[in-house]
């Protein structure tokens, strides 16, 4: 089983980024190793993910400059906060394909996509194969 095969570090790592989840989710800014900058970022994306957040609101939001926001996010995720918004935005749009009956113009609105061209564009680079495609094959 796939318990079996993870290492002791690899496990401690899938369980600890699933507490951060769940954390970050509940609203609770503490953690084990992410700063609470962080925590408050990531909390932030996810709730206001449907909307174009600007990197100006998130450094306002945690009483910092853009340039030190973007850098300090970066180091601390492994990814920038717009690739964190489409990975969450991703995640999503797959959650709403599997267990909605929506139709994908939908999902491209709810999940901040202005029109379907751009959000199937980004669907499609993002897990291989149209919105469409993925709910029939799913």
Request: glycine fraction near 4%; hydrophobic fraction near 35%; aromatic fraction near 14%.
């Amino acid at each position: 089983t796939w318990e079996n095969e993870l290492t002791f570090d690899a496990y401690q790592q899938v369980v600890l980024h699933q507490y951060e989840e769940i954390l970050v989710t509940h609203g609770n800014a503490v953690s084990l190793d992410v700063p609470e900058d962080i925590f408050i970022l990531k909390k932030y994306i996810k709730k206001n993910y449907a909307r174009d957040i600007s990197l100006e609101e998130l450094a306002a939001l945690v009483h910092k400059n853009k340039s030190y926001v973007s850098a300090y996010f970066k180091k601390h995720t492994g990814t920038s906060f717009k690739a964190f918004q489409t990975d969450f935005r991703m995640k999503e749009a797959k959650n709403l394909l599997l267990n909605t009956n929506k139709r994908i113009y939908e999902i491209a609105d709810e999940t901040g996509y202005i029109g379907t061209h751009h959000f199937n564009k980004v669907f499609s680079n993002y897990y291989g194969k149209s919105p469409t495609q993925f709910r029939e094959q799913s």
